[in-house]
C-alpha cells in the first residue's frame, strides 16, 4: 500500500525525465535490464531509462563512447557508485563533466545513509523499503511532489 501509494502521486502523462544509471567500472559501463529492479523502480518513480536495449537478464557492458552518449542525452543521473561528489566523480570521470546532468546538477547517489567505514545502508535495507527508494526517485524526477526529505539518496554537490 505505501509503494502504490507514492507512485499515484507520479503524473500519468507528460514528459518524462531520462535516467541515466551507474559508472564506469574497469573502462566499461554495465547497464540494467530494462526488466530489473532498479529500472521497474525509475520507470514506477516516472523515470524513462536511458538504455533500452537491454532487454535480457543480466547488466550488458556498453563502451565509454556509448556511455558518454547515453550519459549526455539523460536528465539525471543517478546510482554514482562509489562517488561521493561532483568533484570525485569530475577527478576520476573528467569527460563526463561535460554531460547535461552534470553541469545542471542533476547528478544522485544512493550513498546518504553511510556508516563510518563505508557501508551503504541503501544494500542493506532498501529491498524491504522499495516505497522509500520510490519516493526518493520521485523526488529527484518530480521535485514539487515530494515534500519529504530523501532518505536513500542525496543530490551530489563539489
Known amino acids: ?26 573502462d566499461q559501463w554495465f547497464m540494467p535490464s530494462v526488466t530489473s529492479y532498479m529500472v521497474r523502480l525509475v520507470t514506477d518513480a ?8 537491454n532487454t535480457g537478464n543480466t547488466s550488458v557492458p556498453v ?11 539523460a536528465d539525471r ?11 570525485d566523480l569530475r577527478a576520476a570521470f573528467p569527460k563526463l563533466a561535460d554531460t547535461r546532468p552534470f553541469i545542471s546538477r542533476q547528478v544522485y547517489n544512493n550513498n546518504r545513509l553511510t556508516t563510518p567505514a563505508g557501508g551503504n545502508d541503501f544494500y542493506e535495507s532498501s529491498v524491504m523499503y522499495p516505497d522509500l527508494v520510490l519516493r526518493d ?10 515534500p519529504e526529505e530523501f532518505h ?6 563539489d
Open 1 to 26: 500500500p505505501r509503494y502504490e501509494a507514492v507512485r499515484k502521486r507520479v503524473p500519468a502523462d507528460g514528459a518524462r525525465p531520462v535516467v541515466m544509471l551507474n559508472t564506469p567500472y574497469s
Open 46 to 53: 516516472g523515470g524513462k531509462y536511458a538504455y533500452g536495449k
Open 63 to 73: 563502451d565509454m563512447e556509448e556511455a558518454y552518449t547515453l550519459t549526455d542525452g
Open 77 to 87: 543521473w543517478i546510482n554514482t557508485g562509489t562517488y561521493a561528489s561532483l568533484t
Open 137 to 146: 526517485l520521485v523526488k529527484i524526477f518530480y521535485p514539487d511532489l515530494v
Open 152 to 157: 536513500y539518496y542525496q543530490r551530489l554537490a
